[in-house]
């Protein structure tokens, strides 16, 4: 019988899970034939691969007897089981010798071994399937925690990690004696996973399998803006103190981008008020971003905006010439993107209602019948009204199809009724219908359903929606004109007719070829802004004393802009509008310059971040495009582009396009701006050819998912690890992550990531890197550096780590420092060693640190 052969006592009734007897004999067997056959099989099974008890004890026995350096065979084995008093567990001497008999040669054990593996493997593929089964019937917990949990299962099952997880001291002892002489045999080399910091790494001897690393700072860049700053949405306006995560906001390039992230409110922070030349002004703090041009960017062929904080726009407001011209501007957004809307009315008829219509009544004053065929071609019928001037017009819905000729049921004429029921041609006939001809049924409102005395519909529905008047009141707008919000957000090809249609009533053409939209209703001066606006115009707004018969229409708003294509439906004031900016210039145009930076006493700000490729959303009623906002990533470019070790960089904050220009940057000594902004010479692209195709090769994955919780992320670190023996985690930041289910207090929910990563740093047997952020408290103090009571939102983070890291770099909080340039790694808890400090440079342009250690 061959070992593929089943034995009788695998046979049954019910199914047994899965085993091979005769293999199990055959590797035993061959232990106690050849001392090279245990060398073998014990890198293959263990004992409790074993599926009969019997042999799990025989194994055990000759396992210990080799390690001992004794005899392995039937005689030693049963001496020692004999010794042990397990002799007749395992069915005497006979078995033994049965056991040498059942294997001609001990050459083909690691074969058998194999086999008896695999079937181990399914066996606990089998327990954990049933176990799986059961959690899902039970249905106890939360769903994710429950998939985590049967995932976590899966993957002990492939990693063959079986077995009691305690072991008393004398079982660790020899490992840990193993790997302090595998230490000593390196003669002091590194360990661990390098960092690409000399110092550094002497101090810590690399990161460690089962390590977590906390690296935490304050946030290099505030981007904070007041609380009170209004803030565009796809479906109106929210404020910074009131947006949450996952709220919508509109991005720069007119599109709606997803908030990932909002930090918590922000106090006693240095302030600022930045005016534009529009009349628009903003509230920051000292280093909030902004994505700007300056003079010099602007009269560059390849010029491009940068980056630049609230503080350095203030000390280069104005250019260092002569003139002292005005140096900062931040580019126009984009036109707003949104879908065709289903709107109450035709937006060039509300348009056009609100430039020149009766507040009260759906009529409209003009004596343009181009103005009166552009409502019509909308669908909308006109009609004119009062004296012989013509300009009156009455607007209404389209009538209702005429009732169909009909027979008089008495004399049999050919006539129209003009009401449902009439069944006679003429009165004479009248009295006689109803001894010729059944009753006809009530006729019913077409929209309710109600009985509407022979109209088409009810009076209930002709004074909610059967009217345009009816319709104005209905969107709120009659004895209330302004622009509502389902316009406001339409789409480009709507909101240009209802911008059309304000503007061939109330706009004119400038001279200069700029046009203006004049009215003395505030309200809608401030709506027809933001439509301006929305449509990526930039515009300003004047205001005039007039001749009014009271004071608040005594005021009179104009608002300016200057378009690049006609605004106008009217032919003789698009004829205008081509004619007088022929020839013109419209780069100063798409730009709003920076007039003023003022300091002005701190107030509550707070920022956000979204989850556009640009990291710009707009802010203020004015849509002014603003910004969102390395060590680890060093960390990163050590282990995978310098060791070629396998890592994985998750990032809550940038994105993947963000986190490689970074490395293209660090590792070809590209400027960072130079790199975004477009303007390499041939010598950058050069360095960059030169260090491509090793940063593409190296084993570094990024994964930049935003909203990301901590069961993804220990999915997709246990897959890595199967698959390319992973040896690095950073999670880029702790305070970003989200969770699946509910928790307490943010405190909490911190603290279980922290646990939850260090969980997954022993489970893989490899260093996480998690960086977080510290408080306010280091801005409080007069000494400015952190400490580890800084960690933000959880002190478990401290409890949890293995090491702490904290950045501390002088020249952010001392302009005027002579360590400019210089940066502090300040290791606060050092679980396995020493705590220190190491110095690095940092090098903002190329956005990485560098080691300062000689060599």
Request: net charge negative; charged share 25%; glycine share 8%.
């Amino acid at each position: 019988m061959s070992v593929a052969e089943h034995p009788p006592e695998q046979t049954g009734f019910e199914r047994t899970p899965p085993h091979d007897i005769l293999a199990e004999q055959s590797v035993l067997g061959g232990m106690l034939l050849s001392k090279d056959a245990i060398s073998e099989v014990v890198e293959i099974v263990r004992s409790s691969d074993f599926y009969r008890p019997a042999h799990q004890i025989v194994f055990d026995a000759a396992v210990d007897l080799f390690s001992r350096g004794e005899p392995v065979d039937a005689i030693s084995v049963n001496a020692e089981l004999t010794k042990r008093g397990e002799i007749n567990r395992v069915g005497g001497a006979p078995y033994l010798h049965t056991l040498t008999e059942a294997i001609p040669t001990a050459a083909n054990a690691g074969y058998y071994a194999r086999i008896v593996a695999d079937r181990a493997v399914l066996r606990r593929l089998v327990e954990v399937g049933t176990h799986i089964a059961q959690m899902g019937y039970a249905g106890d917990g939360e769903v994710d925690d429950i998939v985590d949990h049967a995932q976590a299962e899966v993957y002990k099952v492939a990693e063959k990690r079986t077995g009691e997880d305690y072991l008393p001291l004398s079982d660790i002892m020899p490992g840990a004696l193993d790997e302090i002489e595998a230490i000593s045999a390196h003669d002091g080399s590194m360990t661990g996973v390098p960092t690409g910091f000399t110092d550094f790494d002497q101090l810590t001897n690399g990161l460690h399998a089962g390590q977590m690393v906390i690296i935490a700072a304050r946030p290099a860049v505030g981007k904070a803006l007041a609380l009170d700053t209004p803030l565009p949405t796809p479906e109106g306006w929210t404020t910074m103190g009131e947006v949450r995560v996952g709220d919508r906001l509109v991005a720069a390039d007119g599109t709606p981008t997803t908030v990932v992230a909002a930090t918590e409110v922000m106090h006693g922070r240095p302030c600022y008020e930045v005016r534009f030349d529009d009349g628009s002004a903003i509230v920051a703090d000292a280093e909030h971003q902004w994505l700007t041009d300056t003079r010099a960017s602007r009269r560059s062929a390849g010029g491009a905006p940068e980056v630049r904080t609230t503080r350095q726009i203030a000390e280069t407001l104005r250019c260092v010439t002569a003139d002292r011209r005005l140096n900062h501007s931040v580019r126009t957004a984009a036109p707003l993107d949104g879908p065709d809307q289903e709107l109450p009315l035709p937006p060039y008829f509300l348009g056009a209602w609100l430039g020149d219509g009766h507040s009260a009544a759906a009529r409209i004053t003009t004596a343009d019948p181009e103005i009166v065929a552009g409502i019509e071609a909308e669908g909308l019928v006109v009609k004119a009204y009062g004296d012989a001037s013509g300009t009156g017009y009455s607007v209404h819905l389209p009538a209702d199809a005429p009732a169909a000729e009909r027979r008089c049921v008495v004399c049999g004429t050919a006539f129209v009724p003009r009401l449902p029921h009439v069944r006679t041609c003429g009165r004479s006939c009248g009295g006689k219908a109803r001894f010729v001809s059944p009753p006809v049924p009530p006729t019913t409102c077409v929209d309710c359903g109600r009985r509407c005395h022979g109209r088409s519909r009810c009076r209930r529905c002709i004074d909610d929606h059967g009217s345009v008047q009816a319709l104005l009141r209905t969107i709120g707008v009659l004895g209330d004109k302004h622009i509502p919000t389902a316009y406001l957000r339409a789409s480009q090809a709507q909101r240009r007719r209802l911008l059309a249609g304000l503007m061939d009533t109330g706009g004119t053409v400038t001279h200069s070829g700029s046009v203006q939209f004049s009215v003395v209703n505030r309200r809608i001066a401030e709506d027809v802004r933001e439509l301006v606006h929305s449509l990526g115009y930039r515009n300003g707004m004047s205001v005039e004393r007039v001749e009014g018969r009271n004071e608040e229409s005594s005021r009179c708003y104009t608002i300016t802009f200057s378009p690049t294509e006609t605004v106008f439906s009217l032919t003789r004031k698009a004829r205008a509008q081509s004619e007088r900016s022929a020839g013109r210039s419209y780069q100063r145009v798409g730009h709003r310059f920076i007039t003023e930076v003022r300091p002005v006493p701190s107030v509550p700000v707070r920022c956000v971040q979204v989850d556009n490729p640009d990291r710009l959303y707009l802010a203020g009623r004015e849509m002014i495009p603003t910004h969102n906002s390395t060590l680890a990533l060093d960390f990163a470019r050590a282990a995978s582009i310098k060791h070629q070790l396998t890592s994985v960089f998750f990032s809550l904050e940038m994105g993947r396009n963000e986190i490689v220009m970074r490395l293209l940057s660090a590792e070809a000594r590209v400027p960072l701006h130079t790199m975004r902004s477009g303007l390499m010479t041939d010598d950058d692209w050069q360095r960059l050819a030169r260090r491509m195709g090793e940063v593409a090769s190296a084993p570094l994955f990024i994964d930049d998912s935003p909203n990301m919780s901590m069961m993804e992320i220990r999915a997709k670190c246990r897959r890595l690890k199967q698959q390319h023996d992973l040896k690095l985690v950073i999670v880029d930041y702790l305070q970003l992550m989200s969770s699946s289910g509910r928790v307490e207090s943010r405190q909490q929910e911190v603290s279980e990531f922290s646990r939850s990563l260090k969980l997954l740093a022993k489970e893989l047997e490899v260093p996480v890197i998690a960086l977080s952020q510290l408080n306010r408290g280091p801005e409080q103090r007069t000494d400015k550096k952190p400490q580890v009571s800084d960690l933000r939102e959880s002190g478990s983070i401290e409890q949890d780590a293995d090491m702490v890291l904290l950045l501390y770099r002088e020249d952010v909080h001392d302009k005027e420092s002579p360590r400019a340039g210089e940066a502090d790694i300040i290791v606060a808890k050092h679980r396995n060693g020493p705590t220190a400090e190491v110095t690095v440079a940092f090098q903002g342009h190329y956005s990485r640190f560098v080691d300062m250690a000689p060599g």
